[in-house]
C-alpha cells in the first residue's frame, strides 16, 4: 500500500489555456493568439502542453525542440513574459492561463519559429573555437585551476538565444551582435591556451560590439544556465578599456 506521501504526490489531471501566438508568412496578416484547453499533470512542463496542442489538435503548430532536457537550446520561447526553456518550465509553476511566444527581435519563420540565422553570424564572428598556433608538443597544454575558473561560467551556454532576444537594446537593432556572442567570445578570450583574444576584441570594440550594451540585465535574468551574463560583458569591456586599447 503506498505511504501517505506518496498518495498526495499522485498526480492529478487539470486544465490550462494554452494562449499561443500563431503566424504564418504569406497565409496570416500578422500574429495572432489562438487558445487551446490542454489537459495536464502536476509535473507536466509548457513543451509538453506544446505537444498535447501539436499531437491532439492541431498538427500545425509549429515549434523547434529537441532534448527535452534543457541542453540542446532549441526551444526558447517567451512564456507569460519571460525568455524561458519550454521544457524547463513546469505548468504547476504558472497560471492557469499560459501564453506562449516567440523570443522577440528576429524574424518569425512560422508560429513558434524564429529565424536564427542572423543569430548565428553574430556567433561566428567571435571565432568561437581554441585558436593556438604554437607547434603542438606531444604533451597537453597545461592550465592553472586559476586560469580555468576565469571563464568557467561562460562554458556554460547552450547558445539558446534567450539572453540577446530579451535585451532592449538588440530588439530594434540587429546589428548589435548581442550578449549571447559576448558570451562565447568571453569564453576563449579568457582562455589562457588561446592566442586569438585580440582578434576577438577588435570585433567587439566596433560599432555592432559590446559598447551597444547599456546594462540592462535582461539577459542576466534570461539565461536558463544562470550564466551571468552581464558580468561576462563587463570583464570584455573591462579588457578593452585597461589592457587592450
Ligand atoms: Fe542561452 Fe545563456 Fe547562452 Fe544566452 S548565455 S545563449 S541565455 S545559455
Ligand atoms: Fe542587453 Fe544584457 Fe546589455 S540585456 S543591454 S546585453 S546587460
Ligand atoms: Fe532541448 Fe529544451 S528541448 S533545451
Known amino acids: 500500500m503506498p505511504s501517505e506521501a506518496a498518495q498526495e ?14 503566424y504564418t508568412p504569406g497565409k496570416d496578416e500578422e500574429p495572432h493568439f489562438e487558445e487551446y484547453a490542454v489537459p495536464v499533470d502536476p509535473m507536466d512542463r509548457v513543451l ?24 540542446c537550446g532549441s526551444d526558447a520561447m517567451l512564456i507569460n513574459g519571460r525568455n524561458r526553456l519550454a521544457c524547463k518550465v513546469l505548468i504547476r509553476e504558472l497560471p492557469s492561463v499560459i501564453n506562449v511566444e516567440p523570443i522577440k527581435g528576429l524574424p518569425i519563420h512560422k508560429d513558434l519559429i524564429v529565424d536564427m540565422d542572423g543569430f548565428f553570424a553574430s556567433y561566428k564572428r ?33 547558445l ?35 592566442t586569438a583574444a585580440a582578434d576577438r576584441l577588435e570585433v567587439l570594440n566596433g560599432a555592432t560590439g559590446v559598447w551597444k550594451c547599456r546594462t540592462t540585465f535582461n539577459c542576466t535574468n534570461a539565461c536558463p544556465r544562470d550564466i551571468d551574463v552581464t558580468t561576462a560583458i563587463q570583464q570584455v569591456k573591462r579588457e578593452l578599456i585597461f589592457n587592450r586599447i
Not at 10 to 15: A, D, G, I, M, Q
Not at 141 to 152: N, V
Open 9 to 22: 504526490a499522485t498526480p492529478t489531471t487539470s486544465e490550462v489555456t494554452l494562449r499561443v501566438l500563431r
Open 48 to 71: 509538453d502542453a506544446l505537444h498535447y496542442v501539436k499531437w491532439h489538435i492541431d498538427g500545425s503548430l509549429g515549434f523547434r525542440r529537441s532534448c527535452a532536457h534543457g541542453i
Open 126 to 158: 567571435v571565432m568561437p573555437f581554441l585558436v593556438n598556433e604554437q607547434v603542438p608538443t606531444d604533451k597537453e597544454r597545461l592550465q592553472s585551476p586559476a586560469d580555468r575558473e576565469k571563464f568557467d561560467d561562460t562554458t556554460k551556454c547552450i
Open 160 to 194: 539558446c538565444a534567450a539572453c540577446t532576444t530579451s535585451c532592449p537594446i538588440f530588439w530594434p537593432d540587429n546589428s548589435y551582435i548581442g550578449p549571447a556572442a559576448i558570451v562565447n567570445a568571453h569564453r576563449f578570450i579568457f582562455d589562457s591556451r588561446d
